[in-house]
């Protein structure tokens, strides 16, 4: 919250404004961010296997991005240190990791 003139503002806060919720004291009890041990976890989270899928999915994706980028600079950067950055991860075999399958069972799932 902002107050003052022009001039000189001055920032304002509550005491627990920016703190981590594990840290927040209330009633002398822990508040925490974390659910009860034993709780089922909402139907919005994926499984670990299905995470992998999707961070492999997304590699491939922002490899195929760099590859677009790399075709596309221009000549006096053709032999610069991101040219050789944006090759590397171009020459990079995803290939390994797209066929691997998490064991069934492997986050619960």
């Known amino acids: 919250m902002l107050w003052g003139s022009g001039e000189a503002s001055i920032i304002r806060r ?3 404004e920016g703190v981590p919720p594990k840290m927040t004291q209330q009633n002398n009890a822990t508040v925490t961010a974390e659910p009860p041990v034993g709780r089922r976890r909402g139907s919005s989270q994926r499984s670990r296997t299905q995470r992998w899928r999707d961070a492999v999915a997304v590699l491939i994706v922002v490899q195929r991005e760099c ?43």
Do not use: K, V, Y
């Open 67 to 109: 590859d677009a980028h790399l075709q596309t600079l221009p000549d006096h950067l053709q032999e610069s240190d991101a040219a050789e950055t944006l090759q590397a991860i171009c020459d990079f075999d995803l290939s390994e990791l797209e066929a691997i399958e998490p064991p069934h069972g492997f986050g619960r799932n």
């Open 14 to 16: 509550r005491p627990d």
